[in-house]
Nanobody, 128 residues
Framework: QVQLVESGGRLVQAGDSLRLSCAAS????????MGWFRQAPGKEREFVAA????????DYTDSVTGRFTISRDNAKNTAYLQMNSLKPEDTAVYYC?????????????????????WGRGTQVTVSS
């Protein structure tokens, strides 16, 4: 498994921007599709965004489309989630996850069961 560490979460105001980072180690980063998920208090963890191993294909949940951008830098073994126009309902613990994708160019799953490794999460709080 790949080890993942998220960073960048903090308290911000509605309308602000924030960039989360997910640093990977232990395996070949480019063999993995990457995903971001979030869990708000009292709710189940939900899909936010995913990106294939090369970075040319992305997928987003409807509520963040047009506001969030997922990206990756395989040379730096890091995935990112740029979050703009943040809303109070974006408040959650954000998790990055890795899904083994060797030989699967368009693989960027939405479902959590396809992800092999998870980080511990970073808290994002958006005040109104």
């Amino acid at each position: 498994q790949v080890q993942l560490v998220e960073s960048g979460g903090r308290l911000v105001q509605a309308g602000d921007s924030l960039r989360l980072s997910c640093a990977a180690s232990g395996r070949t980063f480019s063999n993995y599709a990457m995903g971001w998920f979030r869990q708000a208090p009292g709710k189940e963890r939900e899909f936010v965004a995913a990106i294939n191993w090369r970075g040319g294909m992305t997928d987003y949940t409807d509520s963040v489309t047009g506001r969030f951008t997922i990206s990756r830098d395989n040379a730096k073994n890091t995935a990112y989630l740029q979050m703009n126009s943040l809303k109070p309902e974006d408040t959650a613990v954000y998790y990055c996850a890795a899904a083994y994708a060797l030989g699967r160019n368009s693989y960027a799953p939405r479902h959590q069961e396809y992800y092999d490794s998870w980080g511990r999460g970073t808290q994002v709080t958006v005040s109104s």
